[in-house]
């Protein structure tokens, strides 16, 4: 962008040295400066189109008013955009901007893209990750100003900012349980999304955790677990497994929304309908929960909140700690939970 | 991120001094610089953890290696992820970042975003809209090095990178006629996506050109245009009406695949089976395309090559025109098309 006129072009336009056309722009005034040079600077500013380069002042202020996120897929994946909506809306309410980067899911790619970023004299970086998890951040972040957003990283002194999963898995609970279900309750999910990770995923855990926890506390139990990934092919096959094999469940809590869109369609095949059979509740809230007939009754992933605790987290003032900051999943009530198709 | 070493600490820890160690960094074999003064500089620079500075390099070279995007919602519209997965790739492949950035839909905002995106000295502008229309960009891009993506700005001398809408119309005749349906065909969703833009969308206008020509050139026509707004209620909503009035559609031709849901849902609700009864095409390539039942044949929007194209036409030498470059939309053939019910 070749066109605005630098700070040397000004002062020759001004007839001043730049050192004065600069403390003019700077807005100093405890240089002695006549208001004639002084005016003169500041219409060549204007008829030159001069801009501070903030470039040029990072380098003198260590202040670049950006801050870098490094993601693996978050930017493109369609559940988590709003991740980068709060984010660049928190940013830009403080007057910074937002250097989005991704690895596209190669952890060799960290280093480099976090290196990229430092050389832009970031002042800070998110690290964040598509769906919650642990993370391994490169080290080339030890020491700079860090926020985990998505993810934990036990071991190292930044703060993570997740999902609040376990008062997810109770919410849950807590709808199925004030609708009058206490039996024939199904998870549908669990805490695997098998194949891809044996020992579950923080959703998966710490949601089964909050739902057996408050499903206990209110007289009632989980009456099974189907381990699948969280797709919708694999609602639709397990589910329809399930009624195969004789299993009349009451009630569905079902992992995502997408397991809830397979499952809805098993059910339909097999004439049940959603409430009035079969009640159905889940975890996402993504676009098409409300187009389903009837709407989806599900937990929202709080994704735009996210990213705006995480910039808030990064520019407020004082030292960053290792504190897990569990943002709240709302309740997305609609059409999907019913009283039990039979009593008692 | 204060913990590297400057190219000051470097020729201090070496004992030289900084001109030496910055000719020794710039790999510059024209200076007189013994081996062991070399070597000396190399191995500082490793143990601070030296790097150059692009920021003060930008300085001198003009050049950030950085290209801002500017969008209305783009990063954080589900369906239009993928558009910087391929603008974020094309700039990674040739050593550049993206500095995304976006209005949130104020037009407002355009201007002082772009002039944050020029105090950083980004090289190039990617100026992006969410859905394909007609845009005003901001007067600060104008004579620096822009590229319009998934927009239009005519009278302005930058090049536009836009999905191919005429032929994916043509594309849906084709798929129909090649079924044998030469009537019966009804679009949903039409031009316009009322009640919006009452000129009609760029998409709507396009598609419905390539439509009709190709309909006619293989001896058809559409039977009716339904115009709607083009979510997945309003294709709910205007075939129930279809079906309603008495009309018995053969094919359908809907604007986006949310559109294709609800009309799926009214179809069902009709007893019509899909495409035994009633064959469906649609636009966009959504994830659920694949889910429903059957899964929905579809042309797909290019996203994430029309973010890739427009990375390259920024990062190619030589000077830009007002060229409409024009992206393939590639078919994805499904199970949502079939013989017609009746023949003749």
Redesign the interface.
């Known amino acids: 962008?070749?066109?605005?006129g630098t700070m040397a072009d000004v002062a020759r336009s001004a007839g001043v040295s730049p050192t004065t056309a600069s403390f003019v722009l700077a807005g100093r005034t405890d240089m002695r400066i006549s208001d004639a040079a002084r005016q003169r600077v500041l219409e060549a500013a204007r008829a030159l189109a001069y801009?501070?380069?903030?470039?040029?002042r990072?380098?003198r202020t260590?202040s670049?008013r950006?801050i870098g996120l490094v993601s693996d897929?978050i930017?493109?994946?369609?559940?988590a955009?709003?991740v980068?909506?709060g984010a660049?809306?928190a940013a830009?309410a403080r007057d910074h901007?937002?250097?989005?980067?991704?690895t596209?899911g190669d952890p060799a790619a960290g280093s480099g893209l976090v290196?990229?970023?430092?050389?832009?004299?970031?002042d800070?970086?998110i690290y964040a990750a598509m769906f919650t998890r642990h993370v391994d951040p490169p080290p080339?972040l030890?020491?700079?100003?860090v926020v985990l957003l998505n993810c934990l990283a036990p071991g190292r002194n930044a703060p993570s900012v997740v999902p609040d999963e376990i008062e997810a898995g109770r919410t849950a609970a807590r709808v199925l349980l004030g609708a009058g279900h206490t039996r024939g309750i199904w998870s549908i999910g669990g805490r695997h999304a098998l194949p891809a990770t044996p020992d579950g995923w923080f959703a998966g855990n710490e949601r089964i955790r909050g739902l057996d926890e408050a499903l206990r506390a209110g007289g009632a139990a989980l009456d099974g677990v189907v381990e699948c990934a969280w797709?919708?092919?694999d609602g639709y096959r397990e589910v329809r497994a399930l009624l195969a094999g004789g299993r009349r469940p009451g009630a569905l809590v079902c992992a995502t929304d997408?397991v809830s869109?397979?499952a809805y369609?098993a059910l339909a095949e097999a004439g049940l309908r959603v409430p009035d059979d079969v009640s159905v509740v889940s975890f996402d809230d993504q676009?098409?929960a409300s187009?389903l007939?009837p709407p989806l009754t599900t937990i929202a992933l709080p994704h735009s909140e996210l990213g705006r605790v995480a910039v808030e987290l990064i520019l407020d003032p004082g030292p960053l700690d290792a504190t897990v900051h569990r943002v709240p999943m709302p309740l997305r009530v609609r059409d999907s939970v019913g009283p039990p198709h039979e009593n008692g």
């Not at 801009?51 to 040029?56: F, G, I, S, Y």
């Not at 901007?97 to 991704?102: A, G, N, P, V, Y």
């Open positions: 962008m070749p066109r605005r801009r501070p380069n903030v470039t040029a990072s380098l260590r670049s950006t897929t930017t493109t994946t369609p559940y955009g709003e980068i909506r660049l809306e830009r901007l937002l250097f989005i980067t991704e596209g290196n990229a970023l430092l050389d832009r004299q970031v800070a970086v080339e030890d020491g700079g100003r797709e919708a092919a997408r869109f397979g369609q676009d098409f187009w007939r």
